[in-house]
């Protein structure tokens, strides 16, 4: 009898597992570089992002805001920092990994979709979509709302990313052309208010298929 309780205590510990099981796996991830899944993403910096912001507002004065939007969405920034989500999130901490090309980058189509007009938002996104290439740009831009809405929130809470909008608030709480208080929670709510509704145009003309694209898609703008 003492035998079995012997046997049985030594089978509820998991000493006896010597051998790395996963090794010995042909499809577990020690035996080959998940690294190599994904395609390289071109790197492009602030500078590229501040040289394409100012060639996009001068489509903006010059009336094209389609053409705006359209070089927005065809050189999207995409994050060249990989890894686990705790690797990733310290290196947006720190300033790496293109975070300030990406955050320019967000900027300047938050910019560009402000510009545009309610009755101006369908009929284009139906031309950008039915244009070659034009699935990809309406799922570049659900991203960049979908990172707008965050950045927007995190803001309205006094933390995370900034803003997407033209005010910056000063830690008084008010912004630096000094409007009254409570009104960066006004324009916060604005930006908010854009994205929802391109939001929704999107859905209207892509379908539901684009947000089930960009929740999967591992490269993050």
Not at 75 to 87: K, L
Not at 98 to 109: G, H, W
Not at 110 to 129: D, G, H
Not at 188 to 206: D, I
Request: overall charge negative; proline content about 6%; aromatic content about 4%.
């Amino acid at each position: 009898m003492s035998i079995i309780r012997e046997h049985t205590q030594a089978t509820l510990s998991d000493a006896w597992r010597t051998i790395d099981i996963d090794a010995l796996d042909p499809d577990s991830p020690a035996n080959f570089d998940t690294a190599t899944l994904h395609t390289a993403l071109p790197d492009i910096s602030e500078a590229d992002v501040r040289q394409l912001t100012a060639q996009v507002r001068q489509l903006l004065r010059g009336g094209d805001a389609e053409g705006a939007l359209r070089g927005c969405l065809e050189t999207p920034v995409y994050a060249t920092n990989t890894g686990t989500p705790a690797a990733v999130a310290a290196a947006a901490e720190n300033g790496s990994g293109n975070e300030l090309a990406r955050e320019a980058a967000l900027q300047t189509v938050v910019e560009v979709l402000q510009s545009i007009k309610a009755s101006e938002m369908t009929p284009m996104l139906q031309r950008i979509y039915g244009s070659p290439g034009g699935s990809e740009c309406l799922d570049v831009l659900m991203k960049y709302l979908y990172k707008g809405m965050a950045a927007t929130s995190a803001s309205a809470g006094g933390s995370g990313p900034r803003t997407p909008t033209r005010m910056t608030p000063q830690p008084t709480g008010f912004s630096q052309i000094g409007p009254r208080p409570g009104a960066a929670t006004e324009s916060t709510g604005a930006a908010m208010s854009v994205l929802l509704s391109w939001h929704e145009k999107v859905v209207e003309v892509a379908g539901l298929g684009c947000i089930g694209r960009v929740m999967t898609d591992w490269r993050r703008v």
